[in-house]
């Protein structure tokens, strides 16, 4: 193995290794908006192919040790976040049966940010999962050096992303390498309580 993870741009043929990622990165939340774990995981599919997505290949990257695929992120400037979760929304509603729209646009409209958004000028990092094979293996850490690197050459001050207020893991990881956390989502029905974190960066 590898002595630690590379991370590079989605590219051709990641697919297979990515989607499953990609979904496992929502804490179910890809369940609930189209239905089920198979119309989730061919809308994530299809979202890579479209442009302007918030899973568009143009802002995936994939970790990689030697025996493939360990992780994956999306990541993007937070100004372009909601024109492509709006895209997003409107590749699933093309992906899911007609009887499922109105739960899922209700949804849509219903996991609207409660907390405070973050800045424009934020990296977001909407996704991010390692393979259950490689957990605690460098594989987050490296995704998240990499989104670190991004904001830097694109000019943004900050790195933000949020998590579920019950996935101690993963805020404990966020904590360890220098977030925040900012604010919190009160839990809404059927949807847990979130964490918003930010990490301000120091300058080159």
Do not use: C
Not at 57 to 76: F, I, K, R
Not at 146 to 155: C, F, L, P, S
């Amino acid at each position: 193995m590898s002595a630690s993870p590379t991370v590079r741009p989605f590219a051709a043929g990641d697919e297979q290794a990515t989607v499953p990622l990609l979904y496992e990165s929502s804490g179910g939340m890809y369940d609930r908006l189209a239905g089920n774990r198979d119309l989730a995981e061919r809308t994530l599919m299809r979202a890579l192919a479209d442009d302007g997505t918030t899973a568009s290949a143009d802002v995936v990257w994939v970790a990689e040790l030697d025996d493939g695929v360990a992780g994956a992120m999306a990541a993007m400037p937070y100004a372009e976040w909601t024109q492509r979760a709006h895209r997003f929304l409107r590749t699933t509603i093309r992906t899911i049966p007609p009887w499922r729209w109105p739960r899922a646009m209700w949804l849509y409209r219903s996991s609207g940010r409660l907390a405070p958004e973050p800045s424009a000028d934020s990296l977001y990092i909407d996704s991010l999962a390692t393979s259950a094979r490689h957990r605690r293996e460098g594989v987050a850490r490296a995704m998240l050096d990499q989104a670190e690197r991004m904001a830097h050459q694109q000019g943004l001050p900050t790195v933000a992303l949020d998590t579920w207020q019950d996935n101690r893991p993963a805020r404990a990881l966020y904590l360890g390498v220098g977030f925040e956390e900012v604010a919190y989502t009160p839990a809404t029905g059927s949807l847990p309580g979130g964490v918003s974190l930010v990490k301000k960066l120091s300058a080159r």
